[in-house]
C-alpha cells in the first residue's frame, strides 16, 4: 500500500516528501552530548601547549567540566534565538548541545555536506569559546591562575568540539539515514518513526567514532599524528592573533575545517562500520549494543589524525592568545 502511494505520487511531490521529511528529522534530531569521550586525553598529548606540566595538569582536569551539567536545563534567557529547539531540547542531558556545536549553514558550494535545518548557521559554541577565553585571560591578568585556566579549559573544550565533524555538520554521511523507516504505515507513523529512528541511527554513528577515538588514542595510536603540522587543515583566522575577537575567529575556522573533512570521516566510518549501526537492536546512547573498536582502520585513523592535529593546534593557539595579551 505504501509503496504504490508513492509510486504513483508525481516527481516533484516525492522530491517535496522528501525534504518535508528532512526538515522534520532534523527539527528533532537529538545530538550526542559529547564530541570526544573525553577532553582530558587528548589535553594531556598536546605537546606545545605553553604551560607548565602543573598548569597542563590543570588545564587537563577542568577540560571535561563543560560536559558535567554546567549547560544543561539552561534558562530561555540562555539560549534566545531558540536554538535548542534544532539542536536538543531544552530539557535533560541533549540540552546542552547547543553551546557544544556549530552548524555553519548551508552553502550552495557544498550542498549535501552542509544540508542542515535551518538554513542559517545556529549553535554557540564559538561564542561559548570567545566569552570563556576572554574570561580567562581577564582572571590570569589578574593574577588569578587558578580560576583563569579552569576558563581556558573550558574554552578548549568547547574549540576541541567544534574540531569533531559530527558537532559542525547535521548529516556527515546521507547512508547514516534510514530510509527504510518511513515504510510504516499510515504515513504520519512512517514520519514519526523516520525521525525516531534517524535520531537513533546518526547518534549511534556519533557514539561509535567517539568511543573508537578514545579507545585508539589512550593506546597512543595518535600521539604524533595529533602533533604533526602537516596533519592540521585548519585556514587562518579572520583575525590576527593580537584581535580581541580572535577565539571565536578560530573557532569558526576549525569548525569550517571540520566541514571540510566530514565527508572523508562519513566515507571511512560507513567502510568500516557498514549499516551494521542502523539495526533496530542498537542504540549506543541507550546502552544497547555494542561497537568494536578493533581492528584499526587506516582511513578513519587518517581523518582522525586532521581532526586532533586541527584541535591541538586550535588549542595551542587559544592558550597562546589568553597568556600574551
Ligand atoms: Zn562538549
Not at 552548524?103 to 554557540?124: D, E, K, Y
Not at 547535521?170 to 527504510?180: E, L, S
Request: hydrophobic share 40%; with cysteine.
Amino acid at each position: 500500500m505504501v509503496q504504490l502511494e508513492i509510486a504513483c505520487a508525481p516527481r516533484h511531490n516525492s522530491n517535496l516528501m522528501r525534504k518535508s521529511l528532512l526538515s522534520l528529522i532534523l527539527l528533532t534530531l537529538s545530538p550526542a552530548v559529547h564530541a570526544w569521550d573525553g577532553h582530558a586525553p587528548l589535553v594531556q598529548r598536546i605537546s606545545r601547549m605553553q604551560l607548565n606540566a602543573q598548569e597542563r595538569a590543570s588545564f587537563a582536569a577542568f577540560a571535561d567540566e563543560p560536559d558535567k551539567g554546567m549547560d544543561q536545563n539552561l534558562d530561555a534567557s540562555f539560549d534566545p534565538l531558540n536554538e535548542r529547539r534544532w539542536m536538543g531540547g531544552t530539557t535533560g542531558s541533549t540540552s546542552q548541545g547547543f553551546r557544544h556545536m556549530y552548524f555553519g549553514g548551508w552553502r550552495v558550494s557544498q550542498p549535501l555536506t552542509t544540508f542542515q535545518v535551518p538554513t542559517q548557521a545556529i549553535g554557540q559554541a564559538p561564542n561559548r569559546v570567545l566569552e570563556t577565553a576572554r574570561d580567562a585571560r581577564k582572571l590570569l591578568g589578574e593574577g588569578n591562575r587558578a580560576e583563569g585556566l579552569r576558563r581556558l579549559a573550558w574554552s578548549g573544550h568547547y574549540l576541541q568540539d567544534l574540531a569533531q565533524p559530527f558537532h559542525s555538520v547535521q548529516i556527515v554521511h546521507w547512508r547514516m539515514v534510514p530510509w527504510g523507516a518511513i515504510g510504516a504505515w499510515p504515513p504520519a507513523k512512517g514520519f514519526e518513526n523516520l525521525v525516531k529512528e534517524t535520531t537513533r541511527t546518526i547518534s549511534n554513528y556519533h557514539w561509535a567514532y567517539e568511543g573508537y577515538v578514545l579507545y585508539h588514542l589512550k593506546e597512543g595510536a595518535f600521539d604524533s599524528c595529533l602533533n604533526d603540522p602537516a596533519m592540521i587543515t585548519i585556514q587562518a583566522p579572520a583575525t590576527a592573533l593580537s584581535s580581541p575577537d580572535y577565539p571565536r575567529e578560530l573557532a569558526l575556522a576549525v569548525a569550517d575545517a571540520s566541514v571540510e573533512l566530514a565527508p572523508e570521516l562519513g566515507r571511512a566510518e560507513m567502510e568500516k562500520y557498514g549499516t551494521r549501526l542502523k539495526e533496530s537492536e542498537i542504540d549506543l546512547a541507550h546502552d544497547k549494543g555494542n561497537v568494536e573498536y578493533t581492528p584499526r582502520s587506516a582511513a578513519l585513523d587518517q581523518v582522525t589524525c586532521k581532526a586532533l592535529a586541527n584541535a591541538a593546534r586550535a588549542t595551542e593557539l587559544l592558550v597562546e592568545w589568553a597568556l600574551h595579551p
